[in-house]
């Protein structure tokens, strides 16, 4: 089983930048390609950026130069750096871990509140 605890959450004004981190226990990280996703009220949870193990980086069109998801594969962490942030950026941001080896399974963070307003 593989807990997943997000941070870097908040308010910041638009044109801001905020840093998510995803720090994962549990499990193999290597095993796990990770993702960061969101979910804006009244709205499906969408994707937001992906990265496999080896580092090989996805991006949604809406976020494509403004965010960048790495990964730190000995502090089992991914992180997700926001610029330019726009008001529509606002969702709460969760992590997903989809494991890549053995049997598929997905695992969520709980959720960080990101919000984009003057």
């Known amino acids: 089983q593989v807990q997943l605890v997000e941070s870097g959450g908040g308010l910041v004004q638009p044109g801001g930048s905020l840093r998510l981190s995803c720090a994962a226990s549990g499990g193999s990280f290597f095993f796990y390609a990770m993702g960061w996703y969101r979910q804006a009220p009244g709205k499906q949870r969408e994707l937001v950026a992906t990265?496999?193990?080896?580092?090989?980086?996805n991006y949604a069109d809406s976020v494509k130069g403004r965010f960048t998801i790495s990964r730190d594969n000995a502090l089992n962490t991914v992180y997700l750096q926001m610029s330019s942030l726009k008001p529509e950026d606002t969702a709460v941001y969760y992590c997903?871990?989809?494991?890549?080896?053995?049997?598929?399974?997905?695992?969520w963070g709980q959720g960080t509140q990101v919000t984009v307003s003057s």
């Open positions: 990265i496999t193990s080896p580092g090989t980086t």
């Open positions: 997903n871990a989809h494991r890549v080896v053995g049997t598929s399974t997905d695992y």
